[in-house]
């Protein structure tokens, strides 16, 4: 995958932007070596961290999401902590 600084929010953007609607778990599942739970675990932790949006069936990426995987940056630099509020 092109952005390794986030392989979820990277594929959940790919197909945003292909269907042009809503992303699930499920629809990036093909994409990623992750079990489907896995990814709708890190969606939450995006959602927290306002990288994606809940809408009607499913996510959209946020301007903070795509900003975020705009960065010149490798994996590991960019602590967010999705346990608390971010």
């Given amino acids: 995958m092109e952005h390794e600084n986030c392989p ?3 594929a959940a953007v790919e197909h945003y932007d292909t269907t042009g ?3 699930t778990p499920a ?13 709708e ?10 990288l994606l949006a809940p809408v009607e069936n499913g ?3 946020t301007v903070t999401g795509r900003e975020f995987l705009d960065l010149d940056v490798e994996c590991g630099p960019i602590i967010v902590d999705t346990e608390d509020s971010c």
């Fill in 8 to 10: 979820v929010l990277a």
């Fill in 21 to 23: 609607g809503p992303v």
């Fill in 27 to 39: 629809a990036i599942r093909g994409l990623l070596e992750r079990d489907e739970a896995a990814i």
């Fill in 41 to 50: 675990t890190r969606f939450r932790q995006l959602v927290d961290c306002e």
């Fill in 59 to 61: 996510y959209r990426p």
